[in-house]
């Protein structure tokens, strides 16, 4: 993928929009309701965008919906593209570089993820600290190109440490608010802070495996997020990722996992995330 590729697609989406775009999300699978929030929503499909692929799975509807929220501009992606589909990790970086090109400052990535931590259960969220690319692959592999960002980025903070502490004090502030509502039976805290490992998929991990990701300090496992967040700070994009947890991963629990209790799991938790997800928003900008 060239820097003019980039640059078409960048071109083409602010044609779709006259708002200047603050912040981009990407939603993962299952968590795709949020975008139909959207106000003055403009959606357009990934295969009217010079450069998209097209996203395969289900629970990611694959357009690009722009819009604003409490009065901030967005641009959400509903649905994103994996290496797992046989896109090549250029494909995958695309949309991120179009919007670090669109002037977007910050980047949200959400995603489904299986947990290897016995505390984070299905249906909390896991703040993403760190991650462990176990891709195979390094999504800046080539020639680099200077407009984007250096040939050797720094990586010792890409989960930015500002977002991260606004995104715990508002999941706490949420979790106290439904307490004293009533809708929980007790005040926990349903944000945990955690490790992601991305793998290349798109078989789920063998129990052996999941053994070994723990023995490398890794929280939760996916498919995704890790390529993008990469991609995003490369051009001095801040990133929060989240995860959330929608089922054990292998050996955790004696149940088989399938991409169906992905999808239950995260319409389940739709409510408190989209409520996060605009908290979020609100103050980041």
């Known amino acids: 993928m060239s820097y003019e590729q980039a640059a078409a697609a960048a071109e083409f989406i602010r044609s779709k929009y006259s708002g200047e775009l603050q912040t981009a999300i ?24 010079p450069g998209f692929a097209r996203s395969t799975v289900e629970g990611h509807a694959g357009q690009l919906v722009l819009g604003s929220i409490g009065g901030i501009n967005v ?3 509903q649905g994103r593209f994996h290496y797992y589909e046989g896109y090549d990790m250029q494909q995958v970086m695309l949309p991120v570089r179009s919007f670090g090109l669109l002037g977007i400052k910050n980047l949200i990535l959400t995603n489904a993820a299986g947990s290897l931590n016995t505390d984070m259960t299905p249906g909390t969220l896991m703040l993403l600290v760190d991650h462990l690319n176990c891709l195979g692959v390094n999504p ?15 990586m010792t903070e890409v989960y930015d440490r500002e977002l991260r502490k606004i995104a715990v004090e508002e999941a706490n502030a949420i979790s106290r608010e439904r307490f004293e509502a009533g809708k929980d039976a007790k005040l926990t805290d349903f944000m945990h802070s955690g490790v992601y490992c991305a793998l290349s998929g798109p078989t789920y991990e063998t129990p052996a495996e999941i053994h070994m990701y723990r023995q490398l300090g890794a929280d939760a496992v ?15 994009m801040r990133v929060l990722g989240i995860s959330c947890i929608t089922n054990l991963a292998a050996g955790m629990s004696d149940e088989p996992i399938n991409h169906q209790e992905v999808m239950e799991t995260g319409e389940r938790v739709a409510e ?11 103050r980041i900008n």
């Open 272 to 282: 408190v995330f989209r409520e996060l997800l605009r908290r979020i928003i609100s």
């Open 222 to 236: 996916g498919m995704s997020t890790v390529p993008e967040a990469i991609a995003a700070r490369h051009q001095g």
């Open 140 to 154: 800046l592999r080539g020639p680099n190109d200077t407009r984007f960002g250096p040939r050797f980025p720094d």
């Open 75 to 77: 641009a959400v992606q």
């Open 26 to 49: 990407v939603l993962g699978s299952g968590l795709g309701a949020f975008a139909d929030e959207l106000q003055t929503r403009v959606a357009i499909p990934y295969e009217e965008i």
